[in-house]
């Protein structure tokens, strides 16, 4: 069955600092895979996806996918206090459900 | 940015009792899910559900379970009858595509099964 391991379960950075949250995934057929956030008491929210080898830049996000070492991570440049959220990586493999890690809860402190 | 809305945001029933959750998805998306959230764990994939069949559920989509949308209204998730395992917070979301769209998730609804 396919997994997606997250790591840190928990991280946290100071205001300013840079936030770094990784994925390995299991499924060497794995295609797309995104990065969602969650606010406490709203449901996830994409904050981008990324399917090429290298990075992909959004903003203050940068996310890194290699598929050949099955890992993908996001890396968020001078972290914000209202970036304290639970990040989850998400991979799809051509059907249309996506699967989860179990979460990285990010605390960026004042 | 779009949004999808999840009545109610909080149901408690007895172990053996109907419940439906309903999902208002986003208006123009012809693609919905539920997925599945217990408490500290990872969220996982029951079904998906395209032009009123369901294509996709995993095995955690029990024979207890069905879904539907009568005439473009509430896409609904019936848990009949319940266990105390179903207790967990439900996800609806929607997509405007299949493969590698993007899923626009509601806030949840939390079930409590005593």
């Known amino acids: 069955q396919q997994k997606v391991q997250q790591s840190p379960e928990s991280l946290i950075v100071p205001e300013g600092g840079m936030a770094s949250l990784n994925c390995t995934f299991s499924d060497r057929n794995s295609q797309y895979f995104w990065w969602y956030r969650q606010h406490s008491g709203e449901g996830p929210k994409a904050l981008m996806?990324?399917?090429?080898?290298g990075d992909k830049k959004e903003g203050r996000f940068t996310a890194h996918l290699n598929k050949a070492s099955l890992y993908v991570s996001l890396h968020i440049k001078d972290s914000q206090p209202s970036d304290s959220a639970l990040y989850f990586c998400?991979?799809?493999?051509?059907?249309?459900?996506?699967?989860f890690g179990s979460g990285t809860q990010l605390t960026v402190m004042p | 940015g779009p949004k999808v809305l999840q009545i109610p945001s909080h149901q408690i029933i007895d172990m053996g009792q109907m419940v439906t959750l309903n999902c208002d998805p986003v208006?123009?998306?012809?693609?919905f899910y539920w997925y599945k959230q217990i408490l500290g764990q990872q969220m996982e994939f029951l079904v998906n559900f395209y032009n009123g069949k369901v294509m996709e559920k995993s095995k955690l989509f029990k024979d207890q379970f069905s879904v539907e949308r009568p005439d473009g209204s509430y896409f609904t998730l019936k848990i009949q009858p319940t266990a105390l395992e179903d207790s967990a917070v439900y996800f609806c979301?929607?997509?405007?595509?299949?493969?590698?769209?993007?899923?626009?998730f509601g806030p949840g609804t939390r079930l409590t099964v005593l």
């Open positions: 979301a929607s997509s405007r595509q299949g493969n590698y769209a993007e899923q626009f």
């Open positions: 996806s990324i399917f090429s080898n």
């Open positions: 208006s123009n998306h012809l693609y």
């Open positions: 998400a991979e799809s493999s051509g059907s249309w459900q996506l699967i």
